[in-house]
């Protein structure tokens, strides 16, 4: 019926016709968008791991509010389609795969090695909130809003906005480069310095530290996010908003550079005037926001020549008009059979809160628990390894045949779950010589484990790693020189009935203080340590004490 065969009186039924529709879909919406949110809980170690890295590393810190933003396009564009629900049972596949995906990397360690200082966990922590994103945008607002919306929900891969092994690789060298650039400008004051590489001290009480805050990174990172969204809204071509990004994270680095050379002229007046020595923290944010105006002003000035429509006000999303904003009549179903989606999902989850105690145990506070004897070789010492905070990561206990005998230490985690050491070592900048499989006799069998080849520069070690779930040990990996995988079976019984044990990390160790040996006589001698120490264990005996009953 068109409106010009209504009636006077049957105008103000089908505007209420019409708002009711209009509530209905609007409550559709949100009704949707809280279980979206509510579904998150269904992954909630990818959650939990990105939240700890936003928290604890500033670098990435950025990453915390790209769901935020990707969030409020898709919104921007749902709205734009007059909040369309034609939802594809489609999203309901790839969020229960994702779901899926997720509890077997809980359970497994599943990780690809490119390098000795880059490898990557499968799936990656990005790529789960892609699919997550996708997944919901499709189940509920169909094709035509996943078309429109590609762009959000894309950018959600940028969760973690700076790969590992850019700490590296580039964070590391550009914090030297800005500490040479900073005191080569002091030179050229005049102003002598110690000889320190990345103290610029001024007087043996008054200088600064160039730390790798310090080296432009995270202000190039944030620029070039903030280009990279605005090009998106404003619709810039290609080329201008790929132009405008790189020049947004040049421009970060250029900038920072400026404002270490400007505090430098600040320590050098502050010399002359000692009450501006305890003002050099606010003189430093006032000199970054003066910047930052110049940068905003310069990236605003790009826009208004290259916007389409000449001016600063964003044109509304390029989306074409929706033919109804009546909700669709399968949203009950979908709604249903996501919700169903989510319980057994958050199932293993809540259990493990609910087994989770209040406080730290006393005995991950205290040393493992390790059997005196275990075949020939004899308990020497124990010891814990600690994070910063206190957590302790593994037990580690020392074995030994006599006083002349190879030492072999095997560590259990009483807090970690399924994880490879290889990351930890490529953390600390530690580069493996050698990496492949081993199979070993235990007394309850063959076991596989995941080993690693170390030169320290006075020593060589060979780690061999593992994960237990139950009575069972095994990892596995491929051996390569640059790339392979490391991967251990994840417990059918767990998947299948959500039932929350850890699965424990365990880890072996031989070492030999002659680093001169060659790596392939090294890794011949430090596996037959390790096969006779195994001769006489069971590793599954090592992780009972952790084991959730």
Not at 82 to 95: T, Y
Request: some cysteine; glycine content about 8%; proline content about 6%.
């Amino acid at each position: 019926m068109s409106t010009a065969d209504l009636t006077a009186a049957d105008r103000p039924r089908v505007r209420e016709e019409r708002a009711a529709d209009g509530l209905r879909t609007v409550s559709g919406v949100a009704i949707a968008v809280s279980l979206g949110i509510a579904g998150l809980f269904a992954i909630s170690s990818t959650c939990n791991a990105l939240w700890d890295m936003w928290m604890k590393d500033p670098l990435k810190s950025i990453g915390g509010l790209i769901p935020i933003v990707s969030f409020v396009l898709i919104v921007r564009i749902w709205r734009s389609l007059r909040w369309e629900m034609d939802g594809s049972w489609w999203g309901l596949a790839i969020l229960a795969a994702t779901i899926a995906i997720v509890h077997v990397r809980d359970q497994a360690v599943i990780e690809m090695v490119l390098s000795p200082s880059w490898s990557i966990v499968l799936p990656p922590h990005s790529l789960v909130a892609v699919a997550y994103a996708a997944g919901f945008v499709l189940l509920f607002g169909g094709i035509r809003l996943l078309r429109a919306a590609w762009f959000p929900v894309a950018l959600m891969w940028f969760v973690n906005p700076v790969p590992h092994f850019f700490n590296r690789y580039i964070d590391l060298p550009l914090q030297h480069a800005s500490a040479v650039i900073a005191r080569s400008f002091a030179h050229a004051l005049g102003q002598p310095l110690t000889p320190d590489q990345l103290s610029l001290m001024f007087t043996p009480k008054f200088g600064m530290f160039i730390a790798p805050g310090c080296n432009g990174i995270r202000g190039a990172v944030t620029m070039g996010f903030i280009a990279l969204i605005t090009g998106y809204l404003y619709r810039l071509r290609l080329r201008h908003c790929l132009l405008l990004t790189a020049g947004a994270v040049l421009l970060g680095y250029v900038f920072n550079f400026v404002r270490l050379c400007g505090l430098v002229g600040y320590y050098v007046i502050a010399l002359r005037h000692p009450w501006l020595q305890d003002r050099a923290a606010m003189g430093d944010y006032i000199l970054g926001a003066c910047l930052f105006f110049v940068a905003t002003m310069l990236l605003f000035g790009l826009l208004l020549r290259w916007s389409p429509r000449r001016d600063l006000r964003p044109p509304p999303p390029a989306v074409a008009d929706a033919v109804s904003s009546k909700i669709s009549q399968l949203f009950i179903p979908r709604f249903l059979a996501f919700v169903v989606l989510i319980v057994l999902g958050s199932v293993s989850y809540a259990r493990a809160m609910m087994r989770m105690p209040s406080s730290p145990s006393t005995q991950s506070r205290q040393v493992g628990v390790f059997p005196v004897h275990v075949g020939e070789y004899r308990l020497q010492r124990e010891w814990n390894e600690s994070l910063a905070t206190g957590v302790v990561i593994f037990h580690w206990g020392e074995y030994t045949q006599g006083s002349a005998a190879p030492v072999v230490s095997i560590g259990v985690s009483p807090t970690l779950g399924a994880h490879d050491t290889l990351v930890c070592h490529a953390a600390r900048g530690e580069d493996w010589i050698w990496h492949g499989p081993l199979t070993l006799p235990t007394t309850a069998g063959n076991a596989n484990l995941s080993a690693v080849l170390f030169n320290s520069g006075s020593t060589q070690y060979l780690e061999a790693a593992s994960v237990c779930s139950g009575s069972t040990c095994n990892q596995s990996s491929t051996e390569r020189t640059h790339f392979g995988l490391i991967y251990s079976h994840p417990s059918t019984h767990d998947l299948l009935t959500q039932i929350p044990s850890r699965p424990i990390p365990i880890l072996l160790r031989a070492e030999t203080p002659n680093a001169a040996m060659s790596p392939a006589q090294a890794r011949t001698e430090l596996t037959q340590s390790l096969t006779n120490f195994l001769s006489g264990a069971d590793l599954a005996d090592f992780t009972k004490p952790y084991r959730q009953h």
